[in-house]
């Protein structure tokens, strides 16, 4: 099965910014609408962010104006652009796909917010 991998969490203090990455071993952006995950320590999984196969997106009201969405369907990746990261944002990211049944979760990337 396709494999996600998703790629650039790391430690931001409050305020600052990064920039996530979902790549798949498989043609599925071309295919599929997307979205970004999280799961913030003792929380369910919630879906943040979604964006379509023709670029239209869509964010919850936790990250709406903070985060953006693209895709490069050439290149097999997705990519969340996340700034003004609030210390409520440190969670695990995750990517996958929308519409159909969700694939395998990759490890996820952990974000950590804090000063």
């Known amino acids: 099965q396709v494999q996600l991998v998703e790629s650039g969490g790391g430690l931001v203090q409050p305020g600052g910014s990064l920039t996530l990455s979902c790549a798949a071993s498989?043609?599925?952006?071309?295919?599929?609408?997307m979205g970004w995950y999280r799961q913030a320590p003792g929380k369910q999984r919630e879906l943040v962010a979604t964006i379509t196969l023709l670029g239209g997106t869509n964010y919850s009201e936790s990250v709406k104006g903070r985060f953006s969405l693209s895709r490069d369907n050439a290149k097999n990746a997705v990519y969340l652009q996340m700034n003004s990261l609030k210390p409520e944002d440190t969670a695990v990211y995750y990517c996958n796909v929308l519409g159909t049944r969700p694939l395998n979760w990759g490890k996820g990337a952990l974000v950590t917010v804090s000063s």
């Open positions: 498989g043609s599925i952006f071309d295919i599929y609408d």
